[in-house]
């Protein structure tokens, strides 16, 4: 199994562009999720999903949006960048919810908005 | 929403000598603890994990001991080695139906000299 595969590994954005961060895992886990790690900050929940279809807010989910189409397939989607969403993004997915079962995270994904 | 505050923020050892790092949260309804480490440029990763039915789990030179009803719960690493450097999170998330947003401390620095 590859396990969570996180596309593209480094991005730079000017202000106003978008992009879509792409991630996809092949563990049939039904519970998806994407974290912002700022330094010195810990790992902050944009979005979450508990199975195609459904999403839902974490804790600062402004300025971004998800879909959730298959269960293997979890991209956020970045609208207009801004400089306060330059961060390093990570994808992670687990078998249960999050209290039942561990996180199995991506590699990542930095990206810088200038 | 949960609260995790984790102490220190960096922590230097030498090699051979015990490292503990400690982290407090503050809904009381939260009932699993995982620790993250992660190392320069990785993904985060699951190291050891405690739910509140248990008050002490080892697995080799890892230990984390909860305490209920003082809220906290902590890392202990015995004879510390070099490829134990790495920033440590420590994590809670409450029992009961919705609970996916895993909360993350802000991390530990913990740096192992040889």
């Known amino acids: 199994n590859a396990g969570v595969t996180q596309t593209p590994k480094f991005r730079i954005l000017k202000i106003g562009q978008s992009m879509t961060l792409q991630c996809t895992q092949d563990m049939n886990h039904n519970y998806m999720y994407w974290y912002r790690q700022d330094p010195g900050m810990g790992l902050k929940l944009i979005y979450y999903?508990?199975?195609?279809?459904?999403?839902d807010k974490g804790e600062v989910p402004n300025g971004y949006n998800v879909s959730r189409s298959t269960t293997e397939d979890f991209p956020l989607r970045l609208e207009l960048a801004a400089p306060s969403q330059t961060s390093v993004y990570f994808c992670?997915?687990?078998?249960?919810?999050?209290?039942?079962?561990?996180?199995?995270f991506g590699n990542g994904t930095r990206l810088t908005v200038t | 929403g949960e609260n995790v505050e984790q102490h220190p923020s960096t922590l230097s050892v030498q090699e051979g000598d015990s490292a503990v790092i400690k982290c407090t949260y503050s809904d009381s309804a939260s009932n699993y603890f995982p620790w993250y480490k992660q190392e320069l440029g990785k993904r985060p990763q699951l190291i050891i994990d405690i739910r509140s039915n248990v008050g002490e789990k080892k697995d080799q030179r890892i230990a984390v001991t909860l305490n209920k009803t003082a809220k906290h719960f902590s890392l202990h690493i015995t004879e510390t080695q070099p490829e134990d450097s790495a920033v440590y999170f420590c994590?809670?998330?409450?029992?009961?139906?919705?609970?996916?947003?895993?909360?993350f401390g802000k991390g530990t620095k913990l740096s192992v000299i040889p």
């Open positions: 999903s508990v199975g195609a279809g459904i999403t």
């Open positions: 992670a997915s687990s078998y249960t919810t999050g209290n039942n079962s561990p996180l199995h």
């Open positions: 994590a809670a998330i409450p029992s009961g139906a919705g609970s996916y947003q895993l909360t």
